[in-house]
């Protein structure tokens, strides 16, 4: 990159008024706000490219002025105007090339074209300058300008002079966000588009139609608002309690806000790629229009989560309609790229369908997989007619593939370095990696979501190039995404706890030189951008900055509590009931108290406490009590489990339990059963709102002994010694639980530790029995 060409003309205005001060002009008595030093070592998120210190800091305050030439320049101008503003409550105003103290924003054509996004950042102690050769460049040059300020809190700032030249790894920056299972409003989407922006993110993939619900406004197919965009949300859910009506879930975008939205994203560089996921996840669809699906019969509307049956049917009308809705979408979305999905086609009603068949029969396609692959192929034809490009998850790949369609790979990176060596583009989003409907911690206050982790770290760590492939292959990856997938998020405010802060590390693995990562290094920044998230009202999750305590009981009234910080920052705590500060003790190694004890404890990045305290309190009676997040899942089902939210209250809280859908068990390791006489048990009930598909083999029931299966306690582990059952009642009582004492005749005095298993029997489906705690009742 060349250095750019400095027009210090302020400097010159700045020594002027010192001198003007000198001669003895009476200074003005002005309040004089305090200067916030910003960090020696700038908070920046993502990590730029390349980052030299001067000697110096520019100070930042209501006098500093803004300079920009041209009507790029000044829309930066304005963007970072107001970014400013919400961190600091100033806007800087646009001023003539001589005003001083100054930030100058410049488009410089001196600088190469062939780098796009890319910008030089100059802080000096006279002024400061951001250049770029196009807007998008000059524009995160910008951010990264706001980010120094907002290191640090307050009116003034002080920033360090340093130089920075920056250009991001990939032009593939993406988020993808799920409204199908549910719905975001248009200022919830734009918060999220500004929150990406400053993230340097640039493309949102906006996940549109799906077996739950069809969120696209499309006047010609009237039935696509009217009947696929609403679901009656199983169980309580979809039951008005004060009338007894059914309560439908419905939304879906206008034309006109899809375009506001398309609009709003490309102010801040960022390019919506819209899904119109098929041939499968098209319930919706298929309720409103049963003639394009394969059977011929009327679904409603899926009110379940999983994979599906329905597929779109191969008929022509079906392609008429496809491509009637594909040509509004080209209409609507100007992005490069329309994602048609491919994701989880279940062929079983293509096999069953006739029509299907000889259809098939008539092109001479061999088998269902192909004919998806033909399927797919069309659409990019039809698509390419448009001057669009195909994008679709890795399924595409199966059975062939034209070479320009370009493939998002999330079943690992398997189908990504599959399609680069086949020679297609390819966005990096594998599910363990970059799933965030993945829970980030193993706090019991995470919101429903799937408990398999998919840590800060874990979405820091992942390297979108895999090493396997050749210098040319690796030129396919365009790029990488996280997805943001939402059965199991029924509000913005869990979207955003999921979202943030692992959109942080997204950023910097999207944005940032692999060379620069470095995930401890990232952890010192991240306070500084957990400040930013506050001053944009940003949910994010506080369970990363948690303290999570765990006992041990030792002999008499001892006990060993274990204290750990999710993401390993420093832990402070107290044991006399008062709030930890920077002062109290930190957190080596276990504690030893007596029982009872209470620890308070929280995370601290330097003197800073990182969330508020996390109180914990034991005593020997929580000592027998374990609930669903403290007990193992039985087997290890991994990804299997799920997080899951009561269908009711249908307004207010509801309670949420871990359980394995596979195979409702729970395991208390090393329960101790010495003097105990029973088990009382609390059970939740869920529906059972799941399709499994191919799937379904694999889930187990044990035999139920009475008509709605019984509570059976096995000890020895969840393959070990029946010792106890209880038969479970038709349903649970008015506050949706019920509560059973299971005697433990056998457990003697010296029964000792044991791993106890509990297990709700019977195939209770339409709904299933969850545990949500269990407490051992001393003789
Ligand atoms: C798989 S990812 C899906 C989605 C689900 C997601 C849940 C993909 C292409 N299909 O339909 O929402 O898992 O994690």
Same mark, same amino acid.
């Given at each position: 990159?060349?250095?750019?060409?400095?027009?210090?003309?302020? =400097?010159?205005? /700045?020594? $002027? $008024?010192?001198?003007?001060?000198? $001669?003895?002009?009476?200074?003005? #008595?002005?309040?004089?706000?305090?200067?916030?030093?910003?960090?020696?070592?700038?908070?920046? %998120?993502?990590?730029?490219?390349?980052?030299?210190?001067?000697?110096?800091?520019?100070?930042?305050?209501?006098?500093?002025?803004?300079?920009?030439?041209?009507?790029?320049?000044? @829309?930066? =101008?304005?963007?970072?105007?107001?970014?400013?503003?919400?961190?600091?409550?100033?806007?800087?105003?646009?001023?003539?090339?001589?005003?001083?103290?100054?930030?100058?924003?410049?488009?410089?054509?001196?600088?190469?074209?062939?780098?796009?996004?890319?910008?030089?950042?100059?802080?000096?102690?006279?002024?400061?300058?951001?250049?770029?050769?196009?807007?998008?460049?000059?524009?995160?040059?910008?951010?990264?300008?706001?980010?120094?300020?907002?290191?640090?809190?307050?009116?003034?700032?002080?920033? #360090?002079?340093?130089?920075?030249?920056?250009?991001? @790894?990939?032009?593939?920056?993406?988020?993808?966000?799920?409204?199908?299972?549910?719905?975001?409003?248009?200022?919830? %989407?734009?918060?999220?588009?500004?929150?990406?922006?400053?993230?340097?993110?640039?493309?949102?993939?906006?996940?549109?139609?799906?077996?739950?619900?069809?969120?696209?406004?499309?006047?010609?197919?009237?039935? &696509?608002?009217?009947?696929?965009?609403?679901?009656?949300?199983?169980?309580?859910?979809?039951?008005?309690?004060?009338?007894?009506?059914?309560?439908?879930?419905?939304?879906?975008?206008?034309?006109?806000?899809?375009?506001?939205?398309?609009?709003?994203?490309?102010?801040?560089?960022?390019?919506?790629?819209?899904?119109?996921?098929?041939?499968?996840?098209?319930?919706?669809?298929?309720?409103?229009?049963?003639?394009?699906?394969?059977?011929?019969?009327?679904?409603?509307?899926?009110?379940?989560?999983?994979?599906?049956?329905?597929?779109?049917?191969?008929?022509?009308?079906?392609?008429?309609?496809?491509?009637?809705?594909?040509?509004?979408?080209?209409?609507?979305?100007?992005?490069?790229?329309?994602?048609?999905?491919?994701?989880?086609?279940?062929?079983?009603?293509?096999?069953?369908?006739?029509?299907?068949?000889?259809?098939?029969?008539?092109?001479?396609?061999?088998?269902?997989?192909?004919?998806?692959?033909?399927?797919?192929?069309?659409?990019?034809?039809?698509?390419?007619?448009?001057?669009?490009?195909?994008?679709?998850?890795?399924?595409?790949?199966?059975?062939?593939?034209?070479?320009?369609?370009?493939?998002?790979?999330?079943?690992?990176?398997?189908?990504?370095?599959?399609?680069?060596?086949?020679?297609?583009?390819?966005?990096?989003?594998?599910?363990?990696?970059?799933?965030?409907?993945?829970?980030?911690?193993?706090?019991?206050?995470?919101?429903?979501?799937?408990?398999?982790?998919?840590?800060?770290?874990?979405?820091?760590?992942?390297?979108?190039?895999?090493?396997?492939?050749?210098?040319?292959?690796?030129?396919? %990856?365009?790029?990488?995404?996280?997805?943001?997938?939402?059965?199991?998020?029924?509000?913005?405010?869990?979207?955003?706890? =999921?979202?943030?802060?692992?959109?942080?590390?997204?950023?910097?693995?999207?944005?940032?030189?692999?060379?620069?990562?470095?995930?401890?290094?990232?952890?010192?920044?991240?306070?500084?951008?957990?400040?930013?998230?506050?001053?944009?009202?940003?949910?994010?999750?506080?369970?990363?900055?948690?303290?999570?305590?765990?006992?041990?009981?030792?002999?008499?009234?001892?006990?060993?509590?274990?204290?750990?910080?999710? *993401?390993?920052?420093?832990?402070?705590?107290?044991?006399?009931?008062?709030?930890?500060?920077?002062?109290?003790? /930190?957190?080596?190694?276990?504690?030893?108290?007596?029982?009872?004890?209470?620890?308070?404890?929280?995370?601290?990045?330097?003197?800073?406490?990182?969330?508020?305290?996390?109180?914990?309190?034991?005593?020997?009676?929580?000592?027998?009590?374990?609930?669903?997040?403290?007990?193992?899942?039985?087997?290890?089902?991994?990804?299997?489990?799920?997080?899951?939210?009561?269908?009711?209250?249908?307004?207010?809280?509801?309670?949420?339990?871990?359980?394995?859908?596979?195979?409702?068990?729970?395991?208390?390791?090393?329960?101790?059963?010495?003097?105990?006489?029973?088990?009382?048990?609390?059970?939740?009930?869920?529906?059972?709102?799941?399709?499994? =598909?191919?799937?379904?083999?694999?889930?187990?029931?044990?035999?139920?002994?009475?008509?709605?299966?019984?509570?059976?306690?096995?000890?020895?582990?969840?393959?070990?010694?029946?010792?106890?059952?209880?038969? *479970?009642?038709?349903? #649970?009582?008015?506050?949706?639980? %019920?509560?059973?004492?299971?005697?433990?005749?056998?457990?003697?005095?010296?029964?000792?530790?044991?791993?106890? $298993? &509990?297990?709700?029997?019977?195939?209770?489906?339409?709904?299933?029995?969850?545990?949500?705690?269990?407490? &051992?009742?001393?003789?």
């Amino acid at each position: 990159m060349k250095p750019i060409r400095r027009t210090w003309r302020l =400097a010159l205005t /700045l020594s $002027c $008024c010192t001198l003007l001060a000198a $001669c003895g002009r009476e200074p003005e #008595p002005a309040p004089v706000p305090p200067v916030a030093e910003a960090t020696a070592r700038p908070a920046l %998120i993502p990590a730029p490219a390349s980052l030299q210190s001067r000697e110096g800091s520019f100070r930042f305050d209501r006098g500093t002025h803004l300079v920009a030439d041209g009507e790029a320049a000044r @829309r930066v =101008a304005v963007s970072f105007a107001g970014l400013v503003a919400t961190t600091h409550g100033v806007t800087p105003a646009l001023a003539g090339a001589d005003a001083a103290p100054a930030i100058t924003f410049a488009i410089d054509a001196s600088l190469p074209a062939d780098a796009p996004e890319a910008y030089v950042l100059e802080v000096a102690p006279q002024g400061v300058r951001v250049a770029a050769a196009d807007e998008r460049g000059l524009f995160y040059g910008a951010v990264t300008l706001w980010q120094l300020l907002s290191s640090a809190q307050g009116e003034a700032v002080r920033i #360090p002079a340093l130089r920075i030249e920056d250009a991001p @790894r990939f032009g593939w920056r993406g988020l993808m966000l799920d409204s199908a299972r549910h719905f975001q409003s248009v200022e919830q %989407i734009k918060q999220l588009l500004d929150a990406m922006a400053w993230h340097k993110l640039n493309v949102f993939h906006w996940h549109l139609t799906d077996d739950q619900g069809w969120r696209i406004e499309i006047p010609q197919y009237p039935k &696509l608002m009217d009947v696929a965009a609403c679901r009656i949300p199983a169980g309580e859910a979809g039951t008005d309690p004060v009338s007894g009506q059914t309560r439908p879930y419905c939304g879906y975008y206008t034309q006109d806000q899809i375009r506001d939205i398309v609009a709003y994203a490309a102010q801040r560089h960022i390019t919506v790629v819209p899904e119109f996921d098929m041939p499968g996840h098209v319930q919706a669809v298929v309720a409103a229009y049963p003639e394009y699906g394969s059977l011929g019969d009327t679904p409603a509307v899926s009110n379940e989560w999983g994979v599906h049956q329905y597929l779109f049917n191969v008929d022509e009308p079906t392609f008429a309609f496809i491509e009637d809705v594909l040509d509004e979408i080209v209409e609507l979305f100007p992005a490069p790229y329309i994602h048609i999905g491919g994701d989880e086609a279940v062929k079983d009603q293509w096999e069953q369908s006739e029509r299907v068949q000889a259809r098939m029969a008539e092109l001479g396609i061999a088998d269902e997989t192909a004919l998806q692959s033909w399927f797919v192929k069309r659409l990019e034809t039809y698509l390419e007619g448009k001057d669009r490009r195909l994008l679709g998850w890795d399924e595409i790949l199966d059975g062939g593939l034209p070479p320009q369609a370009t493939v998002m790979s999330w079943r690992g990176t398997e189908g990504g370095i599959a399609a680069a060596r086949a020679g297609h583009d390819v966005v990096m989003t594998p599910a363990e990696s970059l799933y965030l409907d993945y829970l980030q911690t193993g706090s019991p206050n995470e919101p429903p979501g799937r408990p398999a982790q998919v840590t800060l770290q874990t979405v820091y760590d992942f390297e979108p190039v895999p090493a396997v492939l050749t210098p040319a292959q690796r030129n396919h %990856i365009l790029g990488v995404q996280a997805n943001l997938w939402t059965e199991h998020l029924r509000t913005w405010p869990r979207m955003q706890h =999921a979202l943030f802060p692992r959109v942080a590390a997204l950023a910097e693995s999207a944005w940032s030189p692999a060379g620069r990562k470095d995930y401890a290094d990232f952890l010192t920044r991240l306070p500084a951008q957990l400040a930013r998230y506050r001053a944009f009202g940003i949910a994010y999750a506080q369970t990363p900055f948690e303290v999570l305590a765990d006992v041990e009981a030792g002999d008499g009234d001892a006990s060993t509590v274990t204290l750990e910080n999710p *993401l390993g920052y420093a832990i402070r705590y107290t044991t006399d009931g008062s709030d930890p500060d920077a002062d109290s003790p /930190l957190y080596e190694a276990p504690l030893q108290a007596p029982l009872p004890v209470e620890v308070r404890a929280a995370a601290f990045a330097g003197t800073t406490a990182l969330a508020p305290a996390s109180r914990h309190a034991f005593d020997a009676a929580r000592l027998r009590v374990r609930t669903d997040e403290q007990m193992a899942t039985c087997p290890d089902t991994g990804r299997l489990l799920l997080r899951l939210e009561d269908d009711g209250p249908p307004d207010g809280e509801r309670a949420i339990f871990n359980v394995t859908i596979f195979r409702p068990c729970w395991l208390w390791a090393g329960a101790e059963l010495d003097g105990i006489a029973s088990a009382k048990v609390r059970l939740g009930r869920l529906p059972y709102y799941f399709q499994l =598909a191919h799937d379904e083999p694999a889930r187990r029931f044990e035999p139920a002994q009475s008509p709605h299966g019984e509570l059976l306690l096995r000890t020895g582990g969840c393959e070990g010694e029946p010792v106890a059952s209880l038969p *479970l009642p038709e349903a #649970p009582g008015a506050d949706g639980f %019920i509560e059973l004492d299971l005697p433990l005749p056998d457990a003697g005095a010296d029964a000792g530790r044991t791993d106890l $298993c &509990l297990i709700a029997t019977g195939d209770t489906r339409p709904t299933m029995w969850v545990l949500d705690r269990v407490e &051992l009742v001393p003789r």
